[in-house]
């Protein structure tokens, strides 16, 4: 008589992934004559008439890939890191993974390049977004490949889910510090730097300061630099070159940057004239960071826990994989304000 055998159990005796079993199961391009036949011929050995998701043997395997923008940006090799720390924990839960650092300067090639990540069970995502990457994944998911959106989403597109911090909930923090820290200055000036950005988490943390200083902030005179270089040099440059001294009729009281060049910025502001008496507010714990958190040389650090949702991206990544009830389920990570006083 016939049995119901999971997918994973199918993908095991074929000696392919499970997305490849999908495909072969819902009739979907991308998998070649050849490799049909073996998935056929793994059902008929297995006797399996009715094949559904559901949870494998332990020993089960996946092949997970972490996606990320290849620019060398103080945040994008954090995680990079934090991947490649977390190695040993993924095989012990029986995941390979594989880190692709993909060009981002043209969103058209980076979706290209991502479109060709075929042959793994599930992709964990930080990308630009943009209508080719929207694309990309969709027709990765298509195919049945398992696609998550970690630290920046691509909303629009049909990945499963976004991990990462509440962007927008970080901006109007950054928003309530300043904010706080301005009340009793007459005339304060802050300014808010940016890059020209596709990535969501930038634009969001833009949006959610925004609203803070249009809702509570009306008093504050905001400057904005929406042009900011990502490296370090450039946006000392560029600080050095367009924000105004300290000693100006228009200097600043405060400073958010949603974006890199943090210690640039800070080379800068000291350049500038400015000392610890103008609030600076920036994001990531980086280890160039910790040294400027510490001398005062910034006000606020707003960070998330990057080891916690690299492995929860591989989590549910799995749990989907699995067909495991509630893989959706998580608690993304919260905005923490890290000042001297509470830096571990």
Not at 154 to 161: D, I, Y
Not at 211 to 222: K, P, S, T
Not at 236 to 264: I, N
Not at 299 to 310: E, G, K, P, R, S
Request: hydrophobic fraction near 45%; charged fraction near 20%.
């Amino acid at each position: 008589m016939a049995s119901t055998f999971t997918i994973p159990q199918i993908a095991e005796a074929a000696g392919v992934s499970t997305a490849t079993v999908d495909r072969v199961l819902n009739n979907r391009p991308g998998v070649g004559q050849a490799t049909v036949e073996r998935v056929r011929n793994a059902m008929e050995s297995l006797g399996a008439i009715s094949p559904v998701r559901g949870r494998p043997r332990a020993s089960q395997s996946f092949k997970f890939a972490f996606v990320l923008p290849a620019a060398r940006r103080g945040f994008f090799d954090l995680v990079d890191r934090v991947i490649a720390q977390s190695a040993g924990d993924f095989r012990h839960k029986h995941i390979a993974e594989l880190t692709h650092r993909i060009p981002a300067h043209d969103g058209n090639a980076f979706a290209a390049q991502l479109a060709k990540l075929t042959d793994v069970d599930g992709i964990a995502l930080l990308a630009p977004d943009v209508p080719a990457v929207k694309l990309a994944v969709n027709e990765l998911v298509r195919s049945g490949i398992h696609v998550v959106t970690l630290f920046s989403d691509v909303a629009g597109s049909l990945r499963e889910t976004y991990i990462g911090a509440d962007n927008k909930a970080a901006g109007r923090t950054a928003g309530l510090l300043i904010g706080r820290e301005l009340a009793h200055i007459a005339s304060p000036r802050c300014a808010l730097l940016s890059p020209q950005t596709r990535y969501a988490f930038e634009i969001d943390r833009v949006v959610g300061f925004e609203q803070v200083l249009q809702e509570r902030g009306a008093h504050i005179d905001l400057v904005r630099f929406s042009d900011m270089p990502e490296t370090e040099d450039d946006t000392r440059r560029f600080v050095s070159q367009h924000v105004p001294a300290a000693a100006s009729a228009a200097s600043l009281h405060a400073v958010y940057s949603v974006g890199p060049g943090s210690f640039g910025l800070s080379r800068a502001l000291t350049d500038l004239g400015y000392d610890t008496r103008l609030t600076v507010a920036i994001h990531d714990l980086l280890e160039v960071n910790r040294p400027l958190l510490m001398s005062h040389g910034v006000t606020y650090v707003l960070h998330q826990d990057v080891h916690y949702a690299v492995n929860t991206a591989a989590k549910v990544l799995r749990d989907l994989c699995e067909g495991v009830r509630g893989a959706l389920s998580v608690s993304n990570p919260r905005v923490e304000i890290l000042t001297p006083e509470n830096l571990a």
